[in-house]
RNA sequence: UGGGCCGUCGACAAGCGGUAAGUCACAUGGUUUUGGUCCAUGCAUUCAGGGGUUCGAAUCCUCUCGGCCCAACCA
């Protein structure tokens, strides 16, 4: 992240320039991604993520990491470890400081007692049907609690017999005092605790009151000493509210600032979809690579680099907007590009016999490791008579603007041959079976001593020496641009796409990438970038396609 | 509908009263032993729309239109 390009001035950057003129906290900046542990991480959050992170980062600052687990009932453990992989994988680094809403529960509730005791907060004993509909709605104000009146002696009574465990869920809550006429619904008497008997991942049985929301965020910032709490858009109208809490209790207030969330087109990124396509099989998984969750990604192929650069690409601003998905295709190129290690590797092969090559003659020729990293060196790869192309790269009845082989063309063998197809053999369905062709001894290593031209350059592998795998392709998980705007009575469920996952079992490889481990990421030539896939052994490899190259062929047939 | 926020190229997004950056996408041409990369060129006489202020407006004022968020004991 180091040697990132200079990040883009956004709005947040310039508020906090002018903070800094003004001396405001002492010309510190202090931020913070605050996860609720309830779900895994995706491409959104990396956004929330590394905009707080890198501002933190680009000012000298300081970037925390807190568990907002304020709610026992929808939190987990297994969440907070996935969370913490993710993110240390995206690169965001907050150092050791790591720490969880629930270490402030003590001091959250020493001071509700001291909000109850200058008279901004009661326990109210409504039900929860009771104080939806006393709330009032949006165009008309709600009405004062009954119990809005009571002492503070009462309150602060009640108040520790609720924390002491005696009365059951839902039975009283605490509200703070301030204008149930207000026009913004935050401040109609929030809640700011209510009764769980239900035990914390952390602390256990100790807690059976927890606080919500509007009253935990703000002091967790307070106390970490945030001097920016950058956040989504949504959480606009309670920053009013956010700012009551604090000010109330006079302690430092950090400035909330909102920004646009992530959304990317051809997929899902709410909670609840994803969860969907998870526990319904949809997909594999919360890793399954057609998924835009950290892991998914990560197991596509895709690196941290990638997606930080993905991220600045995207900017910060106040709209809401749909990022297209090329752009994120385009980030993980642009990096693949400049260090994966290219491969020769044939997908859907097709035999090709050069006829006039000496039967038993293997000959080693050298290949270019990158092109775009002289320093990678170039590698061996053995030639022989018997030999695989792409399918694809074979047409019987060629359209004019098919470069590649055909009956009588010439075409050039990367770093091989100039190779001529004579003749076409096939099987008793009359599907194609295998090419008989010549290759001319002059053009060793791809070269064209007389200066002839050939239109394209396939790639190859020998078929002895060749080793066989299985390769996944992905595409587009939706069929639509946006789920969140569907035809009537349709659910993204019906925009899934059949061919998300494409499965081939016969591919081959170039023998050496049978000891790729897990994560390692070439270009396989001409097709596309791939990464070894966790479940990938010696014996049966596994590669994902993490992107296909720019491909203006494909394009062409499209038109 | 009360309140809050937002509307600049197909998608993002700079711009902060001095005459529309950049990226992706797209198109065309060049280079090329990847139909990749790279290079070059093109792609908003106009900033949701109207009116006003000004020598000058995407930027200021005003009205209109459109979108999003808020009525969980979720975050």
Same mark, same amino acid.
């Given at each position: 992240?180091?040697?990132?390009?200079?990040?883009?001035?956004?709005? &947040?950057?310039?508020?906090?320039?002018?903070?800094?003129?003004?001396?405001?906290?002492?010309?510190?900046?202090?931020?913070?991604?605050?996860?609720?542990?309830?779900?895994?991480?995706?491409?959104?959050?990396?956004?929330?993520?590394?905009?707080?992170?890198?501002?933190?980062?680009?000012?000298?600052?300081?970037?925390?990491?807190?568990?907002?687990?304020?709610?026992?009932?929808?939190?987990?453990?297994? #969440?907070?470890?996935?969370?913490?992989?993710?993110?240390?994988?995206?690169?965001?680094?907050?150092?050791?400081?790591?720490?969880?809403?629930?270490? #402030?529960? %003590?001091?959250?509730?020493?001071?509700?007692?001291?909000?109850?005791?200058?008279?901004?907060?009661?326990?109210?004993?409504?039900?929860?049907?009771?104080?939806?509909?006393?709330?009032?709605?949006? *165009?008309?104000p709600g009405i004062d609690s009954p119990f809005r009146n009571r002492s503070i002696e009462e309150n602060l009574n009640l108040f520790e017999s609720m924390k002491n465990g005696e009365f059951e869920d839902g039975s009283h809550v605490l509200r703070a005092k301030i204008d149930m006429t207000s026009p913004n619904m935050l401040?109609?008497?929030?809640?700011?605790?209510?009764?769980?008997?239900?035990?914390?991942?952390?602390?256990?049985?100790?807690?059976?009151? #927890?606080? &919500?929301?509007?009253?935990?965020?703000?002091?967790?910032?307070?106390?970490?000493? =945030?001097?920016?709490? @950058?956040?989504?858009?949504?959480?606009?109208?309670?920053?009013?509210?956010?700012?009551?809490?604090?000010?109330?209790?006079?302690?430092?207030?950090?400035?909330? &600032?909102?920004?646009?969330?992530?959304? @990317?087109?051809?997929? !899902?990124?709410?909670?609840?979809?994803?969860?969907?396509?998870?526990?319904?099989?949809?997909?594999?998984?919360?890793?399954?690579?057609?998924?835009?969750?950290?892991?998914?990604?990560?197991?596509?192929?895709?690196?941290?680099?990638?997606?930080?650069?993905?991220? %600045?690409?995207?900017?910060?601003?106040?709209?809401?907007? =749909?990022?297209?998905?090329? @752009?994120?295709?385009?980030?993980?190129?642009?990096?693949?590009?400049?260090?994966?290690?290219?491969?020769?590797?044939?997908?859907?092969?097709?035999?090709?016999?050069?006829?006039?090559?000496?039967?038993?003659?293997?000959?080693?020729?050298?290949? !270019?490791?990158?092109?775009?990293?002289?320093?990678?060196?170039?590698?061996?790869?053995?030639?022989?008579?018997?030999? #695989?192309?792409?399918?694809?790269?074979?047409?019987?009845?060629?359209?004019?603007?098919?470069?590649?082989?055909?009956?009588?063309?010439?075409?050039?063998?990367?770093?091989?041959?100039? =190779?001529?197809?004579?003749?076409?053999?096939?099987?008793?369905?009359?599907?194609?079976?295998?090419?008989?062709?010549?290759?001319?001894?002059?053009?060793?290593?791809?070269?064209?001593?007389?200066?002839?031209?050939?239109?394209?350059?396939?790639?190859?592998?020998?078929?002895?020496?060749?080793?066989?795998?299985?390769?996944?392709?992905?595409?587009?998980?939706?069929?639509?641009?946006?789920?969140?705007?569907?035809?009537?009575?349709?659910?993204?469920?019906?925009?899934?796409?059949?061919?998300? @996952?494409?499965?081939?079992?016969?591919?081959?490889?170039?023998?050496?990438?049978?000891?790729?481990?897990?994560?390692?990421?070439?270009?396989?030539?001409?097709?596309?970038?791939?990464?070894?896939?966790?479940?990938? *052994?010696?014996?049966?490899? !596994?590669?994902?396609?993490?992107?296909?190259?720019?491909?203006?062929?494909?394009?062409?047939?499209?038109?």
């Amino acid at each position: 992240m180091e040697n990132s390009e200079k990040s883009r001035s956004n709005f &947040i950057r310039d508020i906090i320039d002018k903070d800094l003129l003004e001396g405001k906290n002492n010309g510190k900046v202090h931020t913070r991604f605050p996860p609720e542990p309830n779900g895994h991480l995706h491409i959104g959050h990396a956004k929330a993520i590394l905009v707080n992170y890198t501002i933190a980062k680009d000012y000298n600052g300081k970037f925390n990491l807190r568990f907002d687990d304020t709610n026992p009932v929808k939190e987990d453990e297994e #969440y907070v470890n996935a969370i913490i992989n993710d993110i240390k994988w995206l690169g965001a680094d907050w150092e050791e400081r790591l720490f969880y809403a629930s270490d #402030y529960f %003590e001091q959250m509730y020493e001071y509700a007692i001291q909000l109850i005791k200058i008279g901004k907060a009661f326990i109210d004993s409504q039900s929860a049907e009771e104080i939806r509909a006393n709330r009032g709605t949006i *165009t008309s104000p709600g009405i004062d609690s009954p119990f809005r009146n009571r002492s503070i002696e009462e309150n602060l009574n009640l108040f520790e017999s609720m924390k002491n465990g005696e009365f059951e869920d839902g039975s009283h809550v605490l509200r703070a005092k301030i204008d149930m006429t207000s026009p913004n619904m935050l401040m109609r008497d929030p809640l700011m605790y209510r009764i769980r008997h239900t035990s914390h991942h952390r602390t256990g049985d100790k807690w059976c009151i #927890y606080p &919500i929301y509007d009253w935990a965020h703000g002091l967790e910032d307070s106390i970490e000493g =945030i001097t920016h709490s @950058l956040c989504s858009l949504e959480f606009q109208a309670h920053r009013p509210l956010y700012d009551w809490f604090l000010i109330q209790l006079g302690i430092h207030k950090p400035q909330q &600032i909102e920004f646009a969330r992530l959304n @990317l087109n051809y997929t !899902v990124m709410s909670k609840r979809k994803l969860l969907e396509l998870v526990e319904e099989n949809y997909v594999n998984g919360w890793d399954d690579p057609r998924l835009p969750t950290l892991s998914g990604l990560r197991r596509r192929g895709f690196t941290p680099e990638a997606i930080q650069n993905f991220i %600045e690409k995207v900017g910060v601003a106040k709209a809401h907007s =749909i990022i297209d998905y090329a @752009l994120l295709e385009h980030s993980i190129r642009e990096v693949l590009n400049k260090t994966a290690p290219r491969v020769m590797s044939v997908l859907n092969p097709l035999k090709v016999v050069i006829t006039n090559y000496p039967d038993d003659q293997v000959e080693e020729l050298d290949a !270019v490791n990158n092109p775009e990293d002289p320093s990678a060196g170039t590698r061996k790869v053995p030639f022989s008579k018997e030999l #695989y192309i792409e399918r694809e790269d074979f047409m019987e009845d060629p359209p004019k603007k098919f470069f590649r082989l055909g009956p009588g063309r010439e075409v050039r063998f990367r770093y091989a041959y100039f =190779i001529t197809c004579n003749e076409v053999i096939k099987d008793s369905n009359g599907e194609v079976k295998e090419l008989h062709c010549t290759y001319d001894p002059a053009s060793k290593g791809g070269k064209s001593p007389d200066g002839r031209k050939v239109k394209a350059t396939l790639h190859w592998l020998s078929a002895e020496h060749a080793i066989d795998a299985e390769v996944r392709l992905y595409d587009r998980l939706i069929t639509v641009p946006d789920t969140n705007n569907l035809e009537e009575g349709k659910t993204f469920k019906d925009y899934i796409n059949p061919d998300s @996952l494409t499965i081939l079992h016969n591919c081959k490889l170039e023998a050496h990438l049978a000891k790729a481990e897990a994560g390692f990421r070439c270009q396989f030539e001409r097709l596309g970038y791939f990464c070894v896939d966790p479940d990938s *052994t010696p014996q049966k490899p !596994v590669f994902n396609r993490t992107v296909t190259l720019r491909d203006t062929w494909a394009r062409m047939q499209k038109k």
